[in-house]
């Protein structure tokens, strides 16, 4: 490929094992849920804002990850990211209680930065061939979490839970390595980020932050629902619907549509093994098997819900991707309550790749609805924004499955109904 040539393969060979590894370690915790209610005694609820703390903080590292990248370079970004994902992981490691396991999820929020960082680094270290680099990039980067389903549950099982995020961390070391002897991008940046793109990015972050204190505080030690929750969640929409209403209508009904899609897709991974070795005995290496299927499918159909968009147009085919999602959501409930293993694996995968096919056809969407000039901000926000579903969508699925969970498919039927009449109203050209 030409466009190797110009810096060899070493920045891509990098930036793609640090996106693979930091995104098998984002994922981590899915698999291992049977064991942090089993062993650490948390409940449902409390399971699910673990499981989804991760996902929260895709929104500010993001930015914070653009940032530094156009101030200081990708690459020293990359490291300083790494740096803080291993030690993340080494911190869960020796974790035993919600609190601890909060923090050390928290912080390895920081490992789903990642993907724009690399963005960045093989645009500016190659002249040539940029799409397929970055196709590389993206492809093997994504596979992360496929892997994870099957690897984390091998680790456990030979080595035990400390033994788990110990090596992720010994195997994020490897990137480290690699990018330290990679080399610089800075002398490429070609303008640096101003002071009012970081004030704008930083409003986001205090927005972001806020919400999520909030959703947090709506859960007490014991896994219940405090009683200020109802005005707590309350306080979260506002300050989600003020983030939506700066940056415009049809930027607010992308950024929900995606948050359902992207952060359901999330939200589904991070459960199937909890649901599945619950309800159908399942093993943690099966759990992890139906996960990396569940990721292989997704990983397919996220592409073909662009490419129908470029046929049909993104809000139809976002709109096809809506009605597979309550499709499979029903048959999925269906396979729960007969308790049809088969019917719940085949249901669930369908649920999986119904949601990432629409976050194909969401994004054919935004580059219908924004000028060329408001994409990056555009897509900023609504990606970020999904990543927070992630964590928030998670919590509600730990909500619904302490009260039952063969009702947990059921969840994405009032949100999956919203978007639909979300989508109705969106504008073209008019963000």
Do not use: H
């Not at 990211?81 to 920081?110: D, E, K, Y």
């Amino acid at each position: 490929m030409a466009g190797l040539k110009y810096n060899g393969t070493l920045p891509i060979f990098a930036s793609t094992l640090s996106f693979f590894t930091t995104f098998m370690a984002w994922t981590a915790y899915g698999p291992l849920g049977p064991v942090f209610k089993k062993d650490f005694g948390l409940s449902l609820i409390l399971l699910g804002v673990i499981l989804g703390a991760p996902k929260v903080l895709a929104l500010p590292t993001r930015y914070i990850a653009g940032i530094l990248s156009d101030w200081i370079g990708a690459r020293s970004t990359m490291i300083v990211f790494l740096t803080i994902s291993i030690a993340a992981l080494f911190m869960t490691s020796f974790s035993t209680s919600f609190v601890q396991f909060l923090v050390a999820a928290s912080l390895l929020g920081v490992a789903g930065g990642i993907f724009p960082i690399g963005i960045a680094y093989v645009d500016r270290m190659y002249e040539k061939n940029i799409g397929s680099l970055l196709g590389i990039y993206g492809g093997i980067g994504n596979a992360g979490s496929a892997v994870s389903g099957i690897v984390v549950p091998l680790l456990y099982d030979k080595f035990g839970f400390f033994g788990v995020f110990s090596g992720l961390s010994s195997i994020l070391a490897v990137p480290l390595v690699a990018m330290l002897i990679a080399p610089s991008d800075v002398n490429k940046l070609k303008e640096r980020t101003n002071f009012r793109e970081f004030k704008e990015s930083l409003g986001i972050l205090i927005y972001t932050g806020l919400a999520i204190s909030f959703l947090i505080g709506t859960v007490t030690e014991n896994g219940s629902l405090s009683r200020e929750a109802p005005l707590e969640i309350g306080l979260t929409l506002a300050i989600l619907a003020i983030t939506f209403i700066l940056y415009g209508k049809n930027t607010g009904s992308l950024s929900y549509i995606y948050y359902l899609t992207f952060g359901g897709f999330l939200a589904v991974g991070l459960w199937i093994p909890t649901v599945f070795v619950s309800l159908f005995k399942t093993s943690l290496l099966e759990g992890g098997v139906i996960l990396f299927f569940s990721v292989i499918s997704a990983a397919i159909f996220r592409p073909l819900g662009g490419a129908l968009g470029d046929r049909i147009k993104g809000k139809k085919s976002s709109l096809i991707g809506l009605i597979m999602i309550l499709t499979s959501s029903g048959l999925a409930f269906i396979g729960l309550t007969e308790k049809s293993l088969l019917l719940s694996i085949i249901s669930f995968i369908f649920l999986g790749s119904a949601l990432s096919f629409t976050n194909g056809a969401v994004f054919k969407m935004v580059s219908e609805v924004y000028p060329s000039k408001k994409m990056g901000l555009a897509a900023g926000i609504i990606g970020g924004i999904g990543g927070f579903g992630g964590f928030s969508i998670s919590a509600g699925i730990g909500l619904v499955g302490s009260l039952n969970l063969t009702l947990v498919p059921l969840i994405f039927v009032p949100l999956t109904l919203a978007a639909i009449l979300i989508l109705s109203k969106i504008e073209r050209g008019n963000s």
